[in-house]
Each structure stands twice: as structure tokens, then as C-alpha cells.
């Protein structure tokens, strides 16, 4: 809902800030009072294009806000969100044009694009009138809307699904047919490398097992030196062996006069022998090991420089050719068994591709029955704002095979006849603003209980009417403001009656210099603003009464 709108600098506006309730909201004025300034206000925080005349003369810039009320969930939060912005309660759209025509976009104070403020405007405020290009209007939204008239969300949602999956199945298909001479041409290089990879057989973790062997053999003479030097310590005449026997049986001799004195020592040294008898074993038994030779060497350092230079062929790590062998066979398994391969994912690509259709036949099914609802719907709208004889008409196109996608098999437009006999065109090409304005009025009340959301604003929805067809405007903007929020710019008192809210705005020109305020009326100011729609310059009482009894009605 749309809470609040600040001007400052645009045009003949000094300085204008209104707030906005809930239910429907009148804007009158005489003729160039400036309520198309207010709109253009509005459309400029809503991202439409600026440019240098927009900035009051003799000011350095004109800036627009607009605040709205956003309630949990609304879509604009995942936008804000995805774009970094923060979120809350509260939005603000801020537009400063310079006078040299630039601007900035600004979204809760940071800087934004124009394009962001135009994605969140669309789907926060609605604005229907002569020149407005968007929301009902644009017919790539028509299809959407007709889904939600008809309760159809669910079913073009397992037909998006549908289509995904086909999309993906035959794209598959598509990439496997292209691989097809390309993997022809690789085949002979890939059983080579295979054939290479199975000779060497590679083994995991082989490569650290075959470099400390290379490490034992390259340093083996300074190895075998050190355990034959190790040895004769602990083996010689004054070896370590000798030496803790002789000091245990130093020990044993008087072991029985000490008492229990000397047992823990003799202990550690009975376990000392014990352990250095082991220490002789193990270096005797490496000795044997290091009696390799230089054969043995060349062995080990051809197998090992043999795996790092393959690694290095397969951009991979020694460890990692157990793993490219297994892929290698994989890949000319594949090969092998191409025809099967391809026949599978052709089946797939069938299979995918006929349930898509079978659920775009249902759902096509579907939307012609939504169709002639709605036409019946917007039909019976339309009588009572003197268009009996216009004629609306959804119309389901069939689109090419190729053409298909997520949304189904057709697109839908939405095409009006003013005239009887008349072929049915687009809605943007009527000519007349207010025809359009009421053609969208009765779409909106038509769309209305299946679609509610946005703020929606009407303007010239009044033009060339007044009498009962004005009231059945009226009472139809009224019946909108009720789940929602509405804005009308109208001249006719019949409209201005109903609402619920009631902004008036004037122009104050001098010799020099003109401007434009707004305010919003109270019970009172709106009995006379009424009361001069109905008669004019001169409010006499009979308008005043004329005025009572409209506003008494209007109330609903």
C-alpha cells in the first residue's frame, strides 16, 4: 500500500507530502490544477524516465519519495534481498532528477538503479491510464492473469516443471549427438593412454612406498655404516651389552643383604639387556635388508619416474592414476556401448517430451474454459459503464513447437472491440483514454477476487461520462478499495462521493510565478469540493444539498 508521497521541486510544485489510507482515495481539481504533475510524481518514483523539465524553474533538483507499507511476504522482499538491500515494514522510493536532466534512484536510502525502483514499482502500485504502458496493459502478463482468474496456478506450475524436464532431457540428447564424431576422432588416443595405464598398473599410495625404497638404496652405504657402528657399540668388549650385564651381576651379589634395597635397579637393568638384545636384532635384520644393488636401484627409480611421468601426461598426481585408469575405461565403455547410450537418452527425451504435452493439453483445455468465464465476467462489468456494446475477448494463440515453454503451448492476449462489427485489437491501441480506463476498471473487478495485491491507480477512468454510469464507476472503484488500495484522479462528484479519502488540488499563479498544493479535506472541505464539481465556479446551496446526498450515498 502506498503510505505516503513527498514533492519537492517538480515542476509548479514547491513542496507537497500526502499520506494515503487504505480503500479508495479521491484526487480532484479543476482542469490544470496540476494532477498529472502528482502522477508524474508518482511515476518518477516508480523508475519512468526523467529529463531536466521536470525541475521547478530556478531549483537545483526535483525529488519525489514515495513510502509504502510492504506486509510479510510481499515479492518485493526477495528482490530487495537479492539485491543486498535491507528490508522491514517500511519502503522508500526516492528519485532526484538534477536540472541538467540526470538523476539518482535511491531504495530505504541506498543508492539503487532506475531499473530496480521500475521492478519493484510494478509490483507494488498499479497505474491505469492513457499513457501507461504497464501492468494490465503489457501482454506478456496476460497469460498469468488468466492462470489466476481461473485457479490454474498449480496446473502451469506442473507444466513449467514438465517442461524443464524436457528441456533438460532433450538437450542431453542434443549434447550426446555432437559428442558423437567428436568422441570418434579421441577413441584412438584414449585406448593408447589406456593401454599405456594398464601396462603400468598403478597402485595406491605406491608412489611414497617407491621413493623411500630409492631413499634406502641411494644413501644404502652410509646406512650400512652406521648400523655396523651402531652394533659394535652395544656388541664389543665394552659394548653397552656387556657393560649392563656386568653391572647386574655387580648388583645380584649383594642383592639378598640389601633387603629389597637394590630390586627396582636391578629390574631397569634386566630390562635394559632385554631391550639392547632386541636393539642388536632389529639393526642385524636391517643389515640383511641393505644388501640390495645397484640393479635393484634402477628398478626402483625407472618404475618411479615411470608413474610421475605419466601423472604429469594426465595433468593428475601419481596418486590419482588408479582413478584416471578407472575413467578411462569408463569413457570407452560409453564408447562401446554408444548406440545404447544414445537410444536411451532418445527414449528419455520421448518419454519427457510426451508428458509435457499431455499436460499443456490439459492445462490449454483449462484456460479456454477460464477464457469464457472472464469474457462473461468483463462483459458484465462493462454494461453498467455504458460500454454494453464493446466487446472483450481472451484470445489463445497456439505457438509454434518451438516456441514452446514453460508457460505451455499458447500465449494469451486480451483484445477489445469498442464498436459493434468492429475486428477485436489490443487494449493499448484504444484511442480513447477513458475507454481504456474503464475497460481496465471492469478487468480489475473481474481479476479482482482471484488477484489481489498491488495499489492501483485510475486515471481519466471518469472521462466522458457522469450520471449513473459515472456512479457505476464509482461503485466499482469503491468495491476495489475494500481488499485493498485505490487512487483515482476524477472530475466527476459522482466518483469523488465514494471514496474514502478525498485530496484536493489546486494552482496559485501570480504574475511571476505559479504553484500547486494538495490537501486532504475533512467531512466538510470534501461537501464543498463536491458541491463544486457539481456546479462549477458558483457553488449555490442546491449543490451543496446535491453534494449532502451524494456523500450519504457514496457511503458504504
Known amino acids: 500500500m502506498l503510505a505516503s508521497l513527498q514533492v519537492r521541486d517538480l515542476v509548479v510544485i514547491d513542496r507537497v507530502e500526502l499520506a494515503f489510507g487504505p480503500g479508495l482515495t479521491a484526487l480532484t481539481g479543476e482542469t490544470g490544477a496540476g494532477k498529472s504533475i502528482l502522477m508524474d510524481a508518482l511515476g518518477l518514483a516508480l523508475g519512468v524516465r526523467a529529463d531536466a523539465a521536470m525541475v521547478r524553474p530556478k531549483a537545483e533538483r526535483a525529488v519525489v519519495s514515495a513510502t509504502f507499507d510492504v506486509p510479510p511476504g510481499h515479492p518485493v522482499t526477495a528482490i530487495l534481498e537479492e539485491q543486498g538491500f ?35 514499482g510494478e509490483l507494488l502500485i498499479e497505474v491505469h491510464g492513457q499513457h501507461d504502458q504497464r501492468g494490465l496493459l503489457r501482454a506478456e502478463t496476460h497469460r498469468a492473469l488468466l492462470d489466476a482468474f481461473g485457479g490454474l496456478d ?64 641411494v644413501n644404502a652405504q652410509r646406512i650400512v655404516e652406521a648400523i655396523n657402528a651402531a652394533l659394535g657399540a652395544l656388541e664389543g668388549e665394552s659394548g653397552l651389552d656387556t ?43 636391517a643389515g640383511r ?11 626402483i627409480e625407472g618404475r618411479l619416474f615411470g608413474l610421475r611421468a605419466a601423472a604429469r601426461r594426465h595433468q593428475v598426481t601419481v596418486a590419482q592414476l588408479p582413478d584416471m585408469l578407472t575413467r578411462l575405461r569408463d569413457r570407452l565403455a560409453l564408447i562401446d556401448d554408444r548406440d545404447g547410450v544414445l537410444a536411451k537418452l532418445a527414449d528419455a527425451e520421448t518419454k519427457a517430451s510426451e508428458k509435457f504435452e499431455k499436460h499443456c493439453r490439459k492445462l490449454t483445455t483449462a484456460r479456454k474454459k477460464a477464457a469464457k468465464a472472464l469474457d462473461a465476467k ?43 462489427g468492429a475486428e477485436p485489437g489490443p487494449l493499448q491501441r484504444i484511442a480513447s483514454g477513458g475507454e481504456l480506463s474503464r475497460f481496465m476498471l471492469a478487468l480489475k473487478v473481474a481479476l479482482a477476487e482471484k488477484r489481489p495485491g498491488a495499489a492501483m491507480v485510475f486515471d481519466e477512468v471518469d472521462a466522458g461520462i457522469g450520471g449513473a454510469v459515472a456512479d457505476a464507476v464509482g461503485e466499482r ?21 465514494r471514496a474514502d479519502g478525498h485530496v484536493r488540488i489546486a494552482k496559485q499563479t501570480s504574475k511571476t510565478s505559479a504553484s500547486v498544493d494538495a490537501v ?25 444539498a446535491a453534494a449532502d446526498s451524494l456523500l450519504k450515498a457514496g457511503v458504504s
Open 289 to 299: 635388508d641393505m644388501e640390495g644393488d645397484a640393479d635393484d636401484l634402477e628398478t
Open 86 to 120: 535491507e528490508t522491514g515494514d517500511d519502503l522508500v522510493l526516492r528519485r532526484v532528477v538534477q536540472a541538467d536532466g540526470r538523476s539518482r534512484a535511491f531504495v530505504n536510502d541506498e543508492a539503487a538503479s532506475v531499473g530496480l525502483l521500475g521492478r519493484l
Open 477 to 497: 472503484l469503491q468495491s476495489l478499495g475494500r481488499d485493498g488500495q485505490v487512487l483515482v484522479v476524477t472530475h466527476s462528484p459522482q466518483v469523488a462521493a
Open 520 to 544: 486532504a479535506l475533512d467531512l466538510d472541505a470534501r461537501r464543498e469540493e463536491v458541491a463544486r464539481m457539481l456546479a462549477g465556479a458558483k457553488v449555490t446551496k442546491e449543490a451543496r
Open 378 to 420: 468483463v462483459a458484465t462489468e462493462l454494461k453498467p459503464l455504458k460500454m454494453g456494446k464493446a466487446r472483450f475477448e481472451t484470445v489463445l494463440e497456439p505457438l509454434d513447437r518451438d516456441d514452446w515453454g514453460k508457460a505451455g503451448a499458447e500465449k494469451v492476449a486480451f483484445l477489445v472491440a469498442t464498436n459493434p
Open 243 to 285: 657393560t649392563l650385564r656386568m653391572a647386574s651381576g655387580e648388583l645380584s651379589r649383594v642383592q639378598d643383604q640389601a633387603a629389597g634395597l637394590l630390586d627396582p635397579a636391578i629390574g631397569a637393568l634386566d630390562r635394559a639387556v632385554a631391550e639392547a638384545n632386541e636393539a642388536i636384532a632389529r639393526l642385524t635384520l
Open 154 to 217: 498449480k496446473q502451469a506450475a506442473t507444466v513449467g516443471e514438465a517442461w524443464r524436464a524436457w528441456r533438460d532431457a532433450r538437450q542431453a540428447l542434443d549434447e550426446a549427438r555432437e559428442d558423437e564424431a567428436k568422441i570418434r576422432d579421441i577413441e584412438a588416443s584414449l585406448r593408447d593412454e589406456l593401454a599405456e595405464l594398464e601396462a603400468l598398473d598403478p597402485q595406491p599410495d605406491e608412489e611414497d612406498a617407491l621413493a623411500g625404497q630409492r631413499s634406502r638404496l
